[in-house]
């Protein structure tokens, strides 16, 4: 069974939750005996990139950039999957967040391309379906499985009409090469950012747009600054490292508008001066969890939190809220903290006892890479997901 994956977000343009997902999916494709064929945006001048048993193939018209009409933009999308189908065998095609990070059209056109050639699709939820329109195209359209991410997503499509008997939560994984625990990361860390070696690093790390639109405070990292706020008369030495994803080339003026706000935030309430915000590359983000002593993302909603299981498997204390996907990772006082969104109060206590109790701050951690071992690895959590699609590829009529 060859697969075939299509994705409006690439790892080669940003960097988020799902593009790490991509990133992890490629690497474990390329050493497979299958074959596994990849469609993501570019900007229409990029070659085909082989790695292994996988080839990527860049698609402008999946781009946010591209500057014709969307009609237009859908059927020469078409006219590409139908060329790629027609150069390879294809058993199974995976489309990534079709219901939101494209138009409509898009997925018309693929669900017609792929009735007419008989190849079954799995629409994969990285999202919440947030509008009518992307509620329909989850339910009404030709898909043989839809896989979420977590339960959370599984629970909020079935109660929006989707049919329980083609969902299944697939929950996303930890590369455990990349990201693991490194006890020397600390002075690295610091050594990078200029900081003191008595220096104590709250850390944050999310996107600060989606699309078009601010996210600061759904990410809550407005919550966050107010809580660190509280917490530097008292501990003089403590820092907020904010790590900010990497966006695409199209939206760097939305980026820039959402990064001046942040800045705008951080001056208002006192703690320019102690904090850093930075874009990290993604191969330097296992360091900067490995060099700091809490990570903290009280999002008002998250489908499931990559970044958590990231901080985890590098024996980074969590502390998350009790919303979405979020409880499905973090178990309160076990492995983390469970906290409401929006109380900036009880954050900041959080993070206090992180810091201040070390029967606390060990217990965690060595729960935390417990979690990651057992339940989020991401080479166990693909061969689980390859039986998936293995059964859907089987339902192909002949």
């Not at 065998?89 to 059209?105: D, K």
């Not at 989606?210 to 917490?231: C, E, M, P, Y």
């Not at 729960?367 to 192909?396: M, P």
Request: glycine fraction near 6%; charge should be neutral; aromatic fraction near 8%.
């Amino acid at each position: 069974m060859n697969i075939f994956l299509i994705s409006p977000n690439s790892p080669y343009e940003s960097i988020g939750g799902v593009e790490r997902y991509l990133i992890n999916f490629i690497k474990y494709c390329e050493t497979q005996s299958f074959e596994t064929i990849v469609l993501v945006p570019g900007f229409g001048d990029e070659q085909t990139i082989k790695q292994g048993s996988v080839t990527i193939y860049f698609s402008k018209y999946l781009a946010q950039h591209a500057n014709t009409s969307t009609k237009e933009n859908a059927h020469s999308f078409a006219e590409e999957v139908k060329t790629i189908l027609e150069t390879h065998s294809i058993g199974v095609i995976c489309a990534e967040n079709f219901h939101l990070g494209v138009p409509a059209a898009f997925s018309l056109q693929l669900n017609m391309i792929a009735a007419l050639k008989n190849i079954p699709i799995v629409l994969k939820l990285h999202s919440f379906a947030a509008t009518e329109l992307q509620t329909e195209l989850v339910n009404q359209l030709m898909w043989k499985r839809i896989s979420c991410v977590s339960k959370s997503v599984a629970g909020d499509c079935f109660r929006k009409g989707a049919d329980i008997n083609i969902l299944s939560t697939d929950y996303l994984g930890v590369d455990r090469e990349a990201f693991k625990e490194d006890t020397e990361a600390g002075a690295k860390l610091r050594q990078m950012l200029d900081l003191m070696p008595e220096h104590k690093i709250v850390l944050t790390a999310s996107r600060i747009i989606l699309g078009r639109k601010d996210i600061l405070k759904q990410k809550g990292i407005i919550n966050t600054v107010k809580a660190f706020s509280k917490l530097t008369s008292r501990y003089p030495d403590l820092r907020l490292v904010i790590a900010v994803g990497r966006p695409p080339e199209s939206l760097k003026h939305e980026f820039d508008a959402a990064h001046k706000m942040l800045l705008g935030y951080l001056k208002l309430h006192d703690v320019a001066a102690k904090t850093i915000v930075r874009k990290f590359q993604l191969e330097e983000m296992a360091l900067v969890y490995q060099g700091s002593d809490v990570f903290v993302l009280p999002s008002e909603n998250e489908t499931f939190g990559q970044v958590f299981i990231e901080a985890m498997a590098c024996g980074l204390p969590v502390i998350g809220t009790n919303v979405g996907g979020i409880p499905e990772i973090i178990s309160d006082k076990r492995n983390g903290y469970l906290i409401p969104p929006n109380d900036a109060t009880v954050l900041a206590q959080r993070i206090e006892s992180i810091i201040n109790d070390t029967e606390v701050r060990e217990n965690f951690i060595k729960a935390g890479k417990k979690s990651v071992t057992q339940k989020f690895d991401s080479k166990q959590q693909f061969i689980k997901y390859i039986e998936v699609l293995n059964s859907v590829a089987d339902t192909k009529t002949s």
